[in-house]
């Protein structure tokens, strides 16, 4: 059998580092808020090379909480991807707001920027590109749009941990930016975990503050109504020695999804992620797109390869967003990726003799 990913192999090769972190904060005995959270949070903003970073309860609430400090609400209209995890656009949708879904260019499945300014309305307030797969959105020309506008842009980056964008690494070129530390990420906690990155000071108070209970530093002083969405200290603890090993594991990333390509790159039943110039994709997933989806899985199956779909429907489709009518002409780039995408295993682990059994089979197609 080869799993989609191992987090257990992972795990392992640092197990020593781990155990100490967790039973060091254990006893210290300050589960939330604990010493562990703001050396994580000084170690990433410094990582990304943001300014502000805070630690909260997962990568969904940190769109929330960005959305909320930036005054968006009841009203008000977001455009989001239509091709992306539903957490971008349930943020939204949570904080009164509504999404407003863009095309997806065919070549790095992100949004469209030639899609986003048919989609501005007076209600338009902000635009958030997600950096799909670990592939870097389009964020030059994404950023003129939203200047020519005056629209906020907040990165989602929650797939990409470590990518750059001529040679600046996401999470620094909007207002602010969503990360989420879901254990399978390519910087992953062992439960639920989250951060938002800006260099905007009083974003990042005012971020902090709703996300304790409405309060800064002073204890019960709630200033204004805010929620509950932290880090919790051990969470922190386990990302601090996994942020060590970050750059090399999205290396690892990057050959095997190299060794995937040179492999399959001269079968045409496949279309293989592209390498664009001034990208440095971390390969959050390796997405394949194959007209035969259908014998491709059969294949896979038949060795216990395992696989995915990400994703299935696109946003405008799935029941949650049926509210809008769209139909499958107002996104037909999207609507027919959506039935030839397959993602096959990538994670830094994973061995050459597995990577070989996978194309093996795949060259069967
Ligand atoms: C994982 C993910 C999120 C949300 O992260 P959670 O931590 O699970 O809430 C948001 N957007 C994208 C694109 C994601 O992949």
């Known amino acids: ?48 090379g943001a300014q502000y970073c805070l630690g909260c309860g997962n990568g969904t609430d940190a769109l929330e909480i960005i959305l909320k400090s930036l005054n968006i609400g009841q009203g008000d209209e977001v455009i989001v991807p239509a091709l992306t995890w ?29 899609s986003i300014e048919a989609k501005i309305t007076k209600k338009t307030k902000a635009i958030i590109p997600v ?3 670990g592939c870097p959105a389009d964020m030059n020309e994404i950023l003129e749009i939203a200047g020519k506008y005056r629209l906020f842009v907040i990165e989602d980056c929650a797939q990409a941990h470590g990518a750059e964008y001529f040679g600046r690494k996401v999470g620094t070129f909007g207002i602010a930016s969503a990360f989420s530390f879901f254990p399978s990420k390519n910087l992953g906690a062992f439960g639920d975990g989250g951060a938002i990155l800006t260099n905007n ?35 922190a603890a386990i990302l601090n020695v996994k942020l060590k090993y970050l750059d090399e594991w999205n290396l690892k990333r990057l050959k095997v999804a190299s060794f995937y390509i040179s492999r399959l790159k001269d079968n045409n039943k496949f279309t293989l992620p592209l390498t664009e110039k001034d990208k440095k ?22 060795k216990n390869i395992s696989w995915g779909i990400h994703y299935p429907k696109a946003l405008p489709f799935l029941n949650a967003y049926k509210y809008k009518n769209h139909k499958a002409e107002d996104f037909t780039i ?14 830094p682990e994973i061995k050459t003799e597995q990577l070989n059994l996978i194309c093996d089979q795949m060259l069967k197609l």
Do not use: W
């Open 1 to 48: 059998m080869i799993p989609f990913v191992d987090l257990y192999l992972q795990y392992s090769g640092i197990k020593s580092e781990i155990d100490n972190a967790i039973k060091e904060c254990i006893a210290e005995g300050n589960f939330i808020k604990g010493k562990a959270v703001s050396d994580f949070e000084s170690a990433f903003a410094g990582y990304i």
């Open 86 to 114: 539903i957490a971008t656009a349930e943020a939204v949708n949570n904080v009164g707001a509504e999404p407003v879904f863009a095309e997806i260019k065919a070549k790095n499945y992100t949004i469209d920027y030639n």
């Open 131 to 133: 950096h799909l797969f």
């Open 201 to 235: 000071k009083e974003l990042a108070n005012l971020s902090r503050k709703i996300s304790n209970h409405g309060q800064l530093h002073e204890k019960h002083s709630h200033c204004m109504v805010g929620r509950n969405s932290r880090l919790d200290s051990i969470q």
């Open 281 to 302: 994709h971390v390969y959050h997933l390796f997405v394949v797109r194959c007209r035969d989806r259908e014998k491709l899985i059969r294949l896979l199956d038949e």
């Open 334 to 347: 999207v609507s027919s990726i959506t039935d030839e995408i397959i993602s096959i295993p990538i994670y």
